[in-house]
Structure formats: C-alpha cells, structure tokens
C-alpha cells in the first residue's frame, strides 16, 4: 500500500509527492518479535498484522501513528536537503546500540561507519544512499547582518542519549529499541518526531552559546577537496578503499563469498531467483551491483518493485523498465512484467541473471530538471520552504536559457536587481559520498546531461541535483593556506623560492599573509579556487629536507558576525596525550562546537588555530594536554600576539596524562579520567575565572672559552626560543627550573622516553639534540654531590650561603612534579605566602635522592633557600637543569631568571560549583570506541 498517491498524470519526473509527504512505501505486517512503533516508540500490540513497515527503508509504524508520519523515507531524504553538507567520515568500526539512521536497523557486529562531527551512523552496505547532511558549519552570508541573521536547528533523527525527554510534551523521546526521536545536532535539544515541529524553529545553541563560534560568523573555502581535508583531519580519504564494498558487490566478491552461501543458496535457489540489478551503464563498467531475491515464477513486475526498493526508488514503478544486461551496446530488449523472469533471460555460465534497471523517459526531447535555488538565491527568499522547482527544458534548452526560466521560477520571491540571469552559472552538484560540484557550459544542454547520467546510474543520478550559484564569490575568494614543517629563521625571499620550486610558477599564490620564522611556518594567500586546489593537491605530497609539508586549508572567520555576549572558545588538543583520551576529546569537541574551532595540535601545532581566531577581539583557549602542551600553546601566543586582535585570550586547561602541576594549581585537577561528561568540561570553561600567571625569562649563557659540541648543538636548535651569537640562549619558564639531582633525574627519564619518540611530542619536540648530546656526557656523568659548591646563586643583588645540597628547585607555581609542593604549608618565618601571581620565585634546596623522593611523597618539605624576582646563577661545571619539566645539560656559565615582560592570562577553575539541573538536555557521547590504554611515559609528564 502506497501511502501517498498523486494522481496528477502531468507531473514532473520524480513527481512533487516529496515536496509534501514523507515518501515511505508503507505495506502491512505481522511481526513474530517484540517490535516498537518508529513514530512513538511505543510497543506493537497484538498478534497479526500489527502494523505497518517501509519496504524501502523498513520504518515500522502503527496502525494508531501512520496517518502522522514524518520522519522522511531514505528514498526522498535526499531532496529534501536544502544546503548538501557532505559528512566527515570515521574509518570503518563496531559502533554499539547505535541504529542505522538509512536502513533503521542496528548496526550490531556489522561494519559501521560513523560521522566525526554529526550523529549519523550508517552500514558500510548503506553508504550508497547516504544522505549529505551533515550540520552546516559556515553559512557566512554577507547580505546579513549579526542581528539579523537567524540560526535554526538541525535536526538529526534517532540515536539520542539514553534519558533524552522531549522538550514539548517534556516524556521521555528516546528508545533503545529503534532509530526514533529527534536531536538538534547545535544546541542537544531532544524531541519526538511527533513533536518537534512545534517547537520554534529558531535555534539558541544550548548551553554553549557563550563560547560557541557561530556558523553564521565563518566562511570556509570553496574548493573542490574532500570535507575531511577542510577539516585537516589526519586519515585517509575513505571513498576510495570501499567503493566496491557493501551489498553492491563486484563480480570478483561474489565469487569468493558465494562458496560460503552455496548451501544457505541451496535451498533458497529451489524456490527463489536471484537475480543481479544494475542500475546503468557505469555501474555495469566498475561491476557494481546489488542482488534481489524473487519467489520463482511470479512476473517479472514483481522484480521490478523489489529493485526500486533496494535502489530506494520510491518512485512509481511504471516510469522504469529492465532489459537483460549484455555485453552488446545496442539492442537492449525490454523485459515483459507479465511474464516470470526466467522465461526471458538466461544466466550464462552458471552466474546469477543480471538486469539493466532503466528509467523510461517520457519524452525523449523534453522533460523536467530539478534546480535548487543555492544559497545565493535562497538567502534572498524569505520562503526558506522553497527546496528546488522543476524547470520544464527540451533537448535545445541550453543552460544559460535554463538559469533564465529557473530565476522567473523563483522570481515572486526574489528582489528584482537580483535576478539578472548573467550573474549566475549552474552547478551540477554530486551527493554521492560527499558533495562535488561542476560548473556547467553555458552551451550544454541540460536534458541531455540529466539523461545521460541517468543511464549511467540511476542511483548516482539520484544523488545529482543542479543548482543556481552566483558566478562572483560573495565571500570574496580569498583562500588562506598554512604551510608548515619548513625549515626555521628563513628570509622571505628564500621561502618564496622553496614554494615556488615546489608549487610552480603557473599555481602562485597571490600573497603571504604571515610568516612564523621560528616555526618555520607560513600562510599563503589564493584568489582563485582551481589554482590553490592544484596547489594544494601538490604540497600535500611533497617533501623538504626529508619532512613532509603540512599544509591545511584554513576557514576565514567574520568577527564583525560574532555576538557581543559570544566569546569564541579556541579548543586546541594534543591528541597524543593521555592515551586515548585525547583523541575522544577531540570527537566530542567537534560534536559540541562548531568543528572549525577545535584544532588537533599533531596537525601543524597551536599555530593554525591562532592564525584562524587573530581577528577576534574577545576569545578564549582550552589546551586539552599536558603542562608541556600548555608551555607549547603560551610560546606560540608569546609569537604571534603581536599581530593578534585579542592580546592575551586567557586560557583553560583539561589535563591529559601524568604530572599537571600548572593544571593543578589552576584547579582543572591531576588528569582527565574519562569519565566526566566533555559537555561538562566545557561549561566549567564558561564558569572559569580569570587568572594572572607570573612568568619568567631564563637566560643561559655559557663561558666563552668553551667551545665543545654542546655549545654548538644549543646554538643550531633553533627551537629554543631565542638564540643569538654569543650563543645565549633563552628560554620561557611557567611553572618551575631546577638545577642538579631533579634535572639529572629526568634527563635519566627523558632519555629512556627518547627510545619510544612517538610518544613524545611537546613543545620541545625536536629537540632530539639534547638528548643524543647528553647521553654521551652520560656515561661519564659527574655526581651532583656539593652542588653548593659548584654552583654560586645571588638573589636580588645579594649572594646566597647555601646549605650542602644537591640540587635547587625554584618555583614559579606551588605544584611541582606531579603535585608536590616542595616549598611546604605556610609556617612562621620570614618568607610571604607565595602564589603564581606575585612577582615572586621561591627557592628551595634538595640534600639527595632519598629527599627528593619524601618531597614527592609528601613526607616532607625541601629546605627554603630564598623568595626573590631576579636570580643569577653560576655554574662553575656542566651542571644538569630543566626547565618546565625539559631537562638537558647545560656547560659552565651564568644564568639569568627573571621575570618576563609576557604575562599570561589563565582560567582557574570555579571552586563553587554549580549544581547542574538533570533536566537540561545534556549532550553525552559513551566512550563505545574506548580502549583499554596501556599506561605509557607521556610527553606532558612533569621532572620527576
Ligand atoms: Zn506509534
Ligand atoms: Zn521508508
Ligand atoms: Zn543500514
Ligand atoms: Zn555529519
Ligand atoms: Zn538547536
Ligand atoms: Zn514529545
């Protein structure tokens, strides 16, 4: 039973129904299981027929909900896109107590695959019919202004969290049972499907809207590459390895898996066929096909339907025929539907019988195609109703005169100045796995093309649609490129060279917007689409001096857009850290921000994200690492604030692995476990306080006489932060330097570290130099015994006495190696309470291992030397230091710690917490995809 008829004998192919209706191919059934209603997720009661499920898309629906219906089949979802968003996807996994959101069903032990920043799941065999709508993440229009501009909800069916309640009828709209419910994919609102179109279509972005970067403020480039790559995801591009896959199979599977089904076939060969459908030519070329099974006998129309389906073809079955596929192009033969299958076709050396599934044009010299508005002209239409019109073209219509008859079509809502046909081309756009797009010749013939691609693959014509774009990009067609893994401290002109060399003079960039000479990082600027894809395309590819170019496509932020009550939140993460924990982050991240705020620091580092987010005035960070990867983020600040809107963002920290003494004192706590909801990170965020932290510039200088490897090897490290002739060497200290036993200690830690470099990555990160370096002096270590003797340390101008010790620790922050506090409680004496706010350094003194392992534990507290703001150190020999946790061996000569004309701004933790309403949609994501970790060293750990 169709549920919908249009009788109109007029109607365009593919008729209006889906304009209207929700295009399911309802017929009646009798479930053996416990089954629950799609619509209300109520059981099905009774024994027979029970209720009602889609042949197509197997939505199942009772007798009571049909007529109420409106969830969109999977065979009209398609259409009813407005602005085709391709989807991110993951790599293929097991995604438990997840639903299918094409064929509804679970996704169980069958390969899934999931998208990284929406809540759509599909099988592998269902990604042919995936729908492109994933949410839209920069709608940047520049006809509209930030208080005009309206957000809406975009809603995604099925899969809520567990507990969701509908915010109309305020039950519970969730079920574990079936795909059901709705959820806005911005703000976590959850509803009923029965219930949601009454609520305001108008979407608030929940309650992250104050550090949430609205889509409306943001335009990415458009250029011709996979979303993933907009996106700098590292993986792989997925379409490729799997367009074979799935229940369309290739003759090739088929024959390895038909073995196994021999038996299971058997039987059902008795009394069914099995015949293979091919939905046009090109299908037949790349061999793809899908398998339908028919009770032996019955006509041929019944074949017919059962192919629509499995194409999700919900269309009237008497606009298509089947022919026997052959290998002859000419003289295809229409089947007869009356009559069985197996009368007509023959199955040649023993494979299964194949069929051409056709499409019968009406007429051959005329027709309809379907043009979308596209945003140029639907942003001018205040109907944001209106999907697409049929536009009526013979096979001498030309694409310019179909622009003209598609703008009158659209004319009643469109101001008049705007309509000038010549400002427009038509796209003809590919859903099919993603969204591409084509520019058409003004001289094609439309009918022509729409027909041909229908031959080729109805199911690939189905994913096609034409669309009206305006020929003068509105964004303006600046493209920004960053390219980094350059080598450091080049002049312009020779990186202008190195680029041109690789890129080509004929793809040039039409300008430098930045240069990050200490990184050895750059951003190059595009005027025109094409050249900078080409450009792209090469960079990606190519090498220099042994590293791969990174490069990544940025998206270009409208801070003018930005609400005055919104400051953006910059999320940068370090995947690395923690395990697996970060890279869970950074999944939720995407999903709860807009994408394009959410940076992966293993891509290029802080500098991306900073370059993005220079033109807001008001902005924060959140560094999800350890106090390494927040040392590495304040560096790249110190570098490029200059240039930056927003001089000093303050920024959040969730700390990933071990150590975290910054994180500490800041109260964000010794280690993200896991298990605290990510939605609630990030309001923490929003309730944070801001924070001074004092910090302070280290400067080693060693004696000029010495002329060893070490010397040399620091002078050529141009990653520590400032290195000039005499080979002084300066360096940023936020949390704490020591000197003697702790330094040697975690050199020893480092260097074991160093066997597994993977691991490690921080700030330092190629700073490999060192470590080679000081494991030849290792051999032949000195012992820091009397480190009071060989050292000689002056506190504001006056000389210190110190005690016997064997190393000296000066603190910035009162958490040192993984939450010790050396410096001890507050007591009577001479010293001020120390903070990281003051101005002032403590120093404290070590007598040996055993000391420092009670300070560690908690047992005692190392020996006050001194408080003081400017320290000047001695070193009469090659002495152990590290700063921040960074160790290395520094040779004889002075050292300089004194406070730093760069103060960062932090965000401490609200030690009030408030008490979070249950009530509230909360957005969770279960960690399904978790594994156990392994404990591993990590980069961010702290000295010890
Ligand atoms: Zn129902
Ligand atoms: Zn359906
Ligand atoms: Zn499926
Ligand atoms: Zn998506
Ligand atoms: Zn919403
Ligand atoms: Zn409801």
Redesign the pocket.
Same mark, same amino acid.
């Given at each position: 039973m169709a549920a919908l008829s249009n009788s109109d004998e007029y109607c365009p192919p593919e008729s209006d129904v889906f304009e209207h209706g929700h295009g399911h191919f309802f017929t009646k059934k009798t479930f053996h299981k416990p089954t629950y209603c799609h619509h209300c997720t109520d059981m099905l009661w009774g024994l027979i027929g029970q209720g009602y499920v889609c042949e197509v898309c197997n939505f199942i629906v009772h007798d009571r909900c049909l007529k109420m219906v409106v969830s969109p089949c999977s065979s009209i979802a398609c259409y009813l896109i407005k602005n085709p968003v391709s989807h991110c996807w993951s790599e293929p996994g097991h995604f438990k107590r997840k639903f #299918?959101n094409? #064929?509804r069903?679970r996704l169980e032990d069958s390969l899934a695959i999931r998208c990284e920043i929406c809540e759509y799941y599909?099988?592998l065999? #269902?990604q042919d019919f995936v729908v492109s709508d994933c949410k839209e993440c920069a709608t940047y229009v520049p006809t509209k202004e930030k208080n005009t501009v309206v957000q809406y909800h975009h809603w995604r069916e099925g899969n809520l969290p567990g507990n969701s309640k509908c915010l109309h009828c305020k039950k519970t709209c969730w079920s574990a049972e079936c795909l059901s419910g709705m959820r806005c994919e911005w703000c976590g609102v959850t509803a009923h499907a029965a219930c949601y179109r009454y609520l305001p279509a108008e979407c608030s972005f929940g309650c992250l809207r104050e550090i949430l970067l609205p889509p409306y403020s943001l335009t990415v480039p458009r250029m011709d590459v996979p979303m993933e790559m907009l996106f700098g995801f590292q993986k792989k591009p997925f379409a490729e390895e799997f367009s074979s896959s799935g229940d369309s199979k290739t003759e090739d599977e088929d024959r390895r898996s038909s073995k196994e089904r021999e038996g299971r076939d058997r039987d059902r060969d008795r009394d069914e066929d099995i015949v293979r459908i091919f939905d046009g030519n090109s299908s037949l070329k790349k061999r793809i096909y899908r398998t339908v099974a028919v009770p032996k006998n019955v006509p041929a129309q019944v074949l017919l339907e059962a192919a629509l389906r499995t194409f999700h073809i919900s269309d009237k079955p008497r606009n298509f025929y089947m022919t026997e596929v052959t290998e002859k192009e000419s003289g295809e033969v229409e089947l007869d539907l009356k009559q069985p299958i197996r009368s007509q076709i023959k199955s040649r050396d023993g494979k299964r019988p194949a069929v051409f599934l056709r499409y019968r044009e009406p007429h051959p010299d005329r027709g309809y195609i379907r043009v979308h508005p596209g945003p140029a002209l639907s942003n001018l239409s205040p109907q944001a109703t209106v999907h697409f019109k049929h536009v009526p073209v013979t096979s001498d219509t030309t694409v310019t005169e179909t622009i003209a008859k598609a703008i009158e079509k659209f004319g009643s809502e469109v101001n008049s100045e705007e309509t000038d046909p010549s400002k427009y081309k038509l796209i003809e756009v590919h859903l099919d796995r993603g969204v591409s797009e084509r520019e058409m010749d003004p001289d094609e013939r439309p009918l022509k093309t729409a027909q041909e691609s229908r031959r080729e693959s109805l199911r690939q014509y189905r994913m096609t649609r034409f669309y009206i774009k305006q020929k003068e990009d509105p964004h303006g067609s600046q493209i920004a490129m960053f390219v980094g893994n350059l080598p450091t401290s080049l002049s312009q002109l020779q990186y202008e060279k190195i680029l041109l060399d690789i890129i080509g003079k004929e793809n040039k960039w039409s300008g430098f917007d930045v240069i990050y000479y200490e990184y050895g990082a750059l951003v190059l600027l595009f005027s025109n689409p094409e050249t900078a894809t080409r450009a792209y395309n090469i960079c990606k590819e190519r090498t220099f001096d042994d590293k791969p170019l990174l490069v990544l496509l940025l998206p270009n932020i409208q801070p003018q857009m930005i609400p005055d009550n919104v400051t953006p939140l910059l999320t940068l993460v370090n995947v690395k850290s923690g395990g697996q924990q970060g890279m869970e982050l950074i999944r939720s991240f995407r999903k709860l921000l807009n994408p394009h705020q959410v940076y992966d620091l293993m891509n290029g580092g802080p500098l991306p994200g900073l370059y993005v987010f220079r033109n807001i005035p008001k902005f924060k960070i959140l560094v999800c690492g350890g106090d390494g990867t927040v040392g590495w983020a304040l560096s790249c600040l110190d570098n490029v604030g200059q240039d930056a809107q927003c001089q000093s963002p303050p920024m959040a920290i969730v700390p990933l692995g071990t150590g975290n003494d910054l994180a500490r004192v800041l109260r964000w706590g010794p280690g993200y476990s896991g298990a605290e909801d990510p939605l609630n990170l990030l309001r923490d965020v929003i309730e944070a306080e801001e924070i001074k932290l004092d910090r302070w510039t280290v400067i080693f200088h060693p004696n000029e006489k010495e002329h060893d490897e070490t010397k040399v090897a620091i002078a050529n490290d141009t990653n520590a932060a400032n290195t000039n002739e005499d080979n002084t060497s300066i360096f940023v200290m936020n949390n704490y330097f020591g000197i003697g036993i702790d330094a040697d200690i975690s050199l020893d830690f480092h260097m074991a570290r160093e066997e597994n470099p993977d691991k490690f990555n921080s700030r330092l990160h190629n700073k490999g130099v060192y470590f080679k370096m000081g494991l030849r002096k290792m051999v032949n270590r000195r012992s820091c015994k009397d480190l009071q003797r060989s050292i000689k340390v002056e506190v504001d101008g006056k000389p210190l006495d110190l005690p016997p010790v064997e190393g000296i620790i000066i603190t910035n922050i009162l958490s040192w190696a993984s939450g010790a506090n050396p410096w001890g409680p507050e007591k009577e004496d001479q010293f001020s309470k120390p903070t990281h706010y003051d101005g002032m350094l403590e120093i404290v003194g070590v007598t040996g291992v055993v000391h420092l392992g009670q300070i560690q534990s908690g047992l005692r507290n190392g020996i006050r030397i001194a408080q003081g703001g400017h320290i000047r150190i001695h070193l009469l020999g090659d002495t152990p230091v590290q700063v921040d946790g960074e160790p290395w061996l520094q040779p004889a000569g002075q050292v300089v710690v004194l406070r730093s004309a760069l103060k960062a701004t932090m965000l401490k933790k609200s030690k009030n917490k408030i008490k979070r309403r249950n009530t509230e949609p909360s957005i969770y994501f279960p960690t399904d995809s978790l594994q156990p970790q392994s404990p591993s060293a990590d980069p961010d750990s702290g000295p010890l």
């Open positions: #299918c094409l #064929c069903k599909a099988h065999e #269902c």
